[in-house]
Structure formats: C-alpha cells, structure tokens
C-alpha cells in the first residue's frame, strides 16, 4: 500500500520532473518513485563504504556468517 507524503521542492526542480515525466510518459510521482529507487542503491553503497571505513579504524567489529545467521535466526 502506498500511504501519500508532502515535500517541498524548488519550482524549477518541479518543472524539470514534469518535463521528463512528459517525455518518459510517466505521471510526477511514479517519476520520483523510480528516482527515489534507484537512489537506493547508492544510498546502500554509501552505507557500506561507511561501515568498511568504520571497521578500518577499529570502531566498528566485523561477526563471523554464522554469527550473523544465529542473529537473524536463520540457523
């Protein structure tokens, strides 16, 4: 289910969503809905560099797979 947010944008921003909604043949919404998706995955990207530099520097400790298994309860 999607449940309705309200943001605030520049309104040249929103101009440029409409133009490429009308070009891609898409609505606004399913426009940011692709956006915000795909942005995901650098979001995840960046999460991981964090944690990688974290464990670099000693402040964050690495567990083991069946660590990791025991704590989801996937054993």
Known sequence: MKQVINIRLPQDLIAMLDNVAKEVNLNRTALIERAVLAYQDKLD???????????????????????????????
Do not use: F, H, T
């Open 45 to 75: 990207e960046m999460v991981a560099d964090k944690r990688i530099d974290e464990m670099k520097v000693g402040d964050c400790k690495p567990i083991s797979y069946d660590e990791a298994k025991r704590i989801l309860g996937w054993d």
